[in-house]
Nanobody, 124 residues
């Protein structure tokens, strides 16, 4: 399973780093993703990476501000979030997918395992 941490309250322009540590049968996982969901809105894609570290992709809304990375020795994926905006406020969820195709990396239904989420609140 997946355990996220690192969320919190930050002022606009600030930074946070989210962590997602994996436990269990991770040998079957091919890709990892971060999604977010604000109250009253649908869950949306934020960033994705292959478990081996390649193929990083970002939503247009976070490109240039967020960076996804992973530490295979720690079974952990990170989301470094800089220049945060109030519109980044949401619950952030880590997910893992087993599919060997990267075509639908941005679709939440492509992912097989999900963490419990961590809240990020950006004040103006």
């Amino acid at each position: 399973h997946l355990v996220e941490s690192g969320g919190g309250l930050v002022q606009a322009g600030g930074s946070l780093r989210l962590s997602c540590t994996a436990f269990g049968r991770i040998f079957s996982w091919y890709g990892m993703g971060w999604f977010r969901q604000a109250p009253g809105k649908e869950r949306e894609f934020v960033a994705a990476i292959r478990w081996n570290g390649g193929f990083t992709n970002y939503a247009d809304s976070v490109k240039g501000r967020f960076t996804i990375s992973r530490d295979s020795a720690k079974n952990t994926v990170y989301l470094q979030m800089n220049s945060l905006k109030p519109e980044d406020t949401a619950g952030y969820y880590c997910a893992a997918r087993e599919s060997y195709s990267d075509v639908n990396y941005f679709r939440s239904d492509e992912y097989n395992y999900w963490g419990q989420g961590t809240q990020v609140t950006v004040s103006s």
